[in-house]
Every structure is written in structure tokens, then in C-alpha cells.
């Protein structure tokens, strides 16, 4: 059965296959996982809280890049420089659905205004529904945002892989909380109007619909490069 134009999920799912959005699942949790893994390895608790959010979010584009490789040529990845020449993004496509994949604070937050994403806006969601009283293009691509994002932060939270520790008993022990950094704490399919100010319809819940997506990430990804960091002599400083 035909999709129709004014069913963003519908159309999604008759592009995306649910092969294509488990891969992109599990590349971006194996970049949650690379990511807190390396801060924890080789980071102070300050300096991950300032260095964690870029290289997850390096991370994460790199996995996403490499697993759908695998997939052409009905889905393919280029690497796009935004406007300002300050950023890089991965332009995913997969038939008339155009992916972006963005990190934001909670589920269902609209993603930060930038140009790149304004345009995506505009020149699908812009042409697929239309304005009042015109039919929409019959082969308008579709501009899809997939949401991610680590647990929210809470007063007294500090970053680790556990939420509670366990006493001699079996019972929980209740301490220092502790966010969940090493995993999404959401993963959402969302599709922005053509103005980028809110979204059309109900996001896809990807965690609901692939419960069994993993913690082992996927095999397609590459870990992330251990770089060699000589150490600083303090007394070379100067």
C-alpha cells in the first residue's frame, strides 16, 4: 500500500528498513560505550565533563558513517560541511527519506536551530505537505532528525556506568546517583516541520520498537583510535 504524504511515519517506514535503523541503533550505542570508555581511561572527571559530548558525538557520526556502508547503494552517507565551515554532519539518505543524526538534552526536544538543518526543512517538509489549499509533490524527499541523547542530568549526578550498587544482602544500596553515560537513555525517530519549530506527528521510538537492541554495538563499527599522548613535562612549561 502506498504511503501516504501525510503520514511521515508511513512514508519513513516504506524507505527505511528496520535492518537500516537497527545498524544506526547500534553504532550509536557503540559510541556511547567508545566514548565514556576512552574519558574513563584517560580523563579526569572534570576534563570528561567537558570533552565527553564531542567525542561521543565524533563517535557516534563516524559509526553511523561505517556501518552503512553496507547498505549501498539504496542508502547512502555523505559527509557535509555546514554553512559556516565550523562543523561536519552526515548527510544520510535512503530513498525519498533524508537522515540527520542530532544529540539533545531530552526526548522530544526540537534540535538546535542551524542553518544546514533549516534548509533540509524547507526543501523537503517544505515541498511533501505543502501549504494550505495545494496538493503536495507526489516524490517529495522526507527530512527525518534521529534523536539521541544520555540520561538527563540531575543535581548531585555524577557521570558513570552505574545507576546503583548492590549490598551483601542482594538489596540495592542507595549512594552518590550516578547518570547512565555509556548509553542512550533515548533514541527517537522525529520529523521537524518545514519552519524547524516543531515536530509533525509522534516520533518512532526506536528503543520500544528494537527492545532487544543490545549492549555489544555492532559489528560494522570501528573502535575509536587510541591516540598516543606524550606526556608534559611540567618543568618545559612555560
Given at each position: 500500500?502506498?504511503?501516504?504524504p501525510y ?10 528498513t528496520d ?15 567508545e566514548a ?7 580523563f579526569?572527571?572534570g ?6 559530548p564531542?567525542?561521543r558525538?565524533a ?25 559556516t ?5 552526515n548527510?544520510?539518505?535512503?530513498g ?17 536551530d ?8 524547507r526543501d ?9 489549499g ?6 517529495a524527499p ?7 541523547g544520555?540520561?538527563?542530568?540531575q ?28 548509553r542512550?537513555?533515548f533514541?527517537?525517530?522525529?520529523f521537524p ?5 516543531r515536530y ?19 559489528a560494522g ?6 591516540p598516543?599522548?606524550p ?5 618545559k612549561v612555560?
Amino acid at each position: 500500500m502506498p504511503s501516504s504524504p501525510y503520514d511521515p511515519v508511513g512514508l519513513f517506514d516504506a524507505e527505511v528498513t528496520d535492518a537500516v535503523l537497527r545498524s544506526i541503533g547500534r553504532a550509536v550505542l557503540q559510541g556511547y560505550q567508545e566514548a565514556f570508555r576512552y574519558c574513563q581511561e584517560n580523563f579526569s572527571r572534570g576534563e570528561t565533563h567537558d570533552v565527553l559530548p564531542q567525542l561521543r558525538r565524533a563517535a557516534v557520526e563516524r559509526n553511523v558513517r561505517s556501518v552503512l556502508v553496507r547498505y549501498a547503494p539504496r542508502v547512502k552517507v555523505a559527509p557535509r560541511l555546514n554553512k559556516t565551515h565550523n562543523a561536519w554532519h552526515n548527510e544520510i539518505a535512503a530513498g525519498r527519506v533524508v537522515m540527520t543524526v542530532n544529540a539533545v538534552t531530552n526526548p522530544g526536544d526540537m534540535v538546535r536551530d542551524a542553518e544546514f538543518r533549516c534548509q533540509y526543512a524547507r526543501d523537503c517538509q517544505g515541498n511533501l505537505f505543502g501549504t494550505e489549499g495545494e496538493e503536495p509533490a507526489p516524490d517529495a524527499p522526507l527530512f527525518a532528525v534521529l534523536l539521541h541523547g544520555p540520561e538527563p542530568k540531575q543535581r548531585g549526578a555524577v557521570p558513570g556506568p552505574l545507576v546503583q550498587s548492590v549490598g551483601v544482602d542482594g538489596e540495592p544500596v542507595t549512594g552518590v546517583a550516578r547518570r547512565r553515560m555509556d548509553r542512550p537513555a533515548f533514541f527517537q525517530v522525529a520529523f521537524p516541520d518545514k519552519d524547524l519549530a516543531r515536530y509533525i506527528g509522534d516520533p518512532i521510538d526506536l528503543l520500544r520498537r528494537f527492545p532487544d537492541l543490545g549492549d555489544e554495538g555492532d559489528a560494522g563499527a570501528q573502535p575509536v583510535p587510541q591516540p598516543v599522548v606524550p606526556p608534559v613535562s611540567i618543568d618545559k612549561v612555560v
